[in-house]
């Protein structure tokens, strides 16, 4: 068995079945993400087992975004200029009760990093940019790198690691 991350097949994947414990992004999962998909405003990357490809384990979704450059904290600012910064927005990211703590949390961060460096071999991203649901949610992203914004402690950001050369 191994797991793997692909985009949102609303034919394959069942949506019906995901429960993470928070409605709205439960109901986001069903109701909005193939259509947000369809219309270039967000998309959705799930993760799911080879065995039971079926079966949503967890989610997020992934569109473009920007942040003001005061809202970095200041050692974030130096050397960059007064623009404003490009940014992924790691929309929503979910996981499915069942099999929550567990590492797929973690693994689904680590694709959404994945996927914006491979976006800035074409376009460029300073950072991932997470809005949480609660304070469980912000120290989730906490404990993954996150800082908080200066004008809103739920909206949180991530520095890309520097392109070398
Ligand atoms: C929050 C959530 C995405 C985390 O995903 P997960 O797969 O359960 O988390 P992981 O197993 O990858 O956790 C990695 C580490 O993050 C930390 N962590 C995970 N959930 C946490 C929580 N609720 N509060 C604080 N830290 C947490 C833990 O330290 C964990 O390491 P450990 O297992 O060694 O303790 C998931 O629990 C979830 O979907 N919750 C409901 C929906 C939600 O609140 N989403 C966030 C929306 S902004």
């Known amino acids: 068995m191994s797991l793997f991350i692909s985009l949102l097949d609303t034919q394959l994947h069942d949506r019906a079945a995901f429960n993470c414990g928070e409605p709205t992004l439960d109901a986001y999962l069903r109701q909005r993400a193939g259509q947000h998909h369809r219309d270039g405003m967000a998309t959705t990357h799930v993760l799911a087992r ?97 800082r908080a914004t200066t004008d809103n402690a739920a909206t949180l950001y991530l520095p890309l690691p520097l392109t070398r050369g």
Not at 105 to 124: D, I, S
């Open 50 to 146: 080879d065995d039971a490809p079926a079966k949503i384990l967890g989610y997020c979704s992934l569109a473009a975004a920007q942040l003001n450059l005061a809202e970095l904290q200041a050692p974030d600012r130096i050397r960059l200029p007064r623009y404003p910064i490009p940014a992924i927005r790691v929309g929503r990211l979910a996981v499915d009760k069942s099999t929550q703590r567990m590492g797929i949390g973690r693994l689904l961060l680590g694709h959404a990093v994945n996927c914006a460096l491979a976006v800035r071999e074409q376009l460029g991203v300073r950072v991932l940019v997470v809005d949480a649901l609660h304070e469980k949610a912000a120290a989730f992203y906490r404990l993954h790198g996150f």
